[in-house]
């Protein structure tokens, strides 16, 4: 069941992203299944793997002849494993109470994983013909693209909602998340529909929902300022008109992973701070019973 849904999963968000696709029909600047493989990994083990495979396969079969079709997918199954691996390595805990790990998911799990399934991927379209050869990096930078956001905005916001209390949230923080995530939005769409060159007002809002809600206030508002900037890449518009895609694919790319890293890594930050200060605080709170306990022996003995 669990190999099932994962495929399931993995299909559905697989048809979701397709909807930006900028490369043959099948490459696209962001692709959620890449973050649903790794969180499933990471959460379930290397048990769900033909989950990924299954999925995979699904996706790409209406998509050209079967040889290069188990090629890609094997990419696509050999990416997360390979980020999973390296977590592992690294040491990487799912809550992202600490730096080292927003820092791990960053560039081990989205940046440096995902070049397994760009390079496979673009090299089997160029060598079946399907590609060009001088479209290679293009299409290769978009491939990256897409599979990295997949990681920074898809797979945080599965940690969360693995966790997620909502009854427990007062209705205050729920009202200050709600204005965190319109402003965020009402600025980027500005910035990317306007004329006026104010995307970086959106970083204070990143800023601010790491620092006051952690993670399930960063990874929300990351989703929602990585999805308007995909959109706006695939139309050319704002600060990505009148640019050719590999040079689309740089700027969407850094913009959308300087915020997943302001983000996670301000919301890692501030949740180890506060583990750190409650690991004191209970320590303070034992020493003070063992002196209490200790005093009425001391005045018997004086």
């Known amino acids: 069941m669990l190999i099932l849904a994962v495929a399931g999963v993995y299909y559905g968000s697989a048809k979701v992203g397709l909807l930006q696709e900028l490369v ?26 033909p989950g990924i495979v299954i999925g995979a396969l699904l996706v790409n079969v209406p998509l050209g002849p079967a040889g290069w079709v188990f090629a890609i997918a094997a990419g696509n199954t050999l990416a997360p494993l390979a980020s999973y691996a390296l977590l592992r390595r690294a040491g990487f805990r799912i809550e992202l109470d600490r730096l080292r790990d927003a820092l791990a998911l960053v560039f081990l799990g989205a940046l440096l994983g995902m070049l397994v399934s760009s390079t496979l991927g673009s090299s089997v379209l160029v060598i079946s ?28 916001l599965l940690f969360v909602l693995r966790t997620a209390r909502p009854g427990r949230v007062p209705a205050w923080r729920w009202a200050e998340a709600a204005v965190l995530l319109a402003g965020a939005a009402a600025v980027e769409l500005v910035a990317l529909t306007g004329t006026l060159d104010v995307l970086f007002l959106v970083f204070p809002f990143l800023i601010w929902a790491a620092l006051r809600l952690q993670l399930p206030g960063a990874a929300p508002c990351v989703l929602i300022v990585s999805l ?63 002196v209490v306990r200790l005093s009425p022996g001391e005045d018997k003995r004086t």
């Open 24 to 49: 043959r029909g099948q490459v696209t600047p962001l692709w959620p299944p890449t973050g649903i493989a790794l969180a499933c990994l990471l959460i379930f083990g290397l048990r769900c793997w």
């Open 129 to 156: 013909g399907a590609l060009p050869a001088d479209e290679f990096w293009p299409a290769w930078s978009v491939w990256w693209t897409g599979d990295a956001m997949g990681v920074l905005v898809v797979a945080p």
């Open 228 to 290: 308007l900037a995909i959109v706006a890449a695939g139309n050319s518009s704002g600060p990505f008109s009148g640019h050719d895609l590999l040079s689309q694919m740089v700027t969407l790319q850094a913009l959308n992973g300087s915020a997943a890293l302001t983000a996670l890594l301000l919301a890692a930050i501030v949740t180890e701070r506060d583990r750190t200060r409650e690991r004191i605080e209970a320590v303070c709170v034992q020493l003070a019973e063992v």
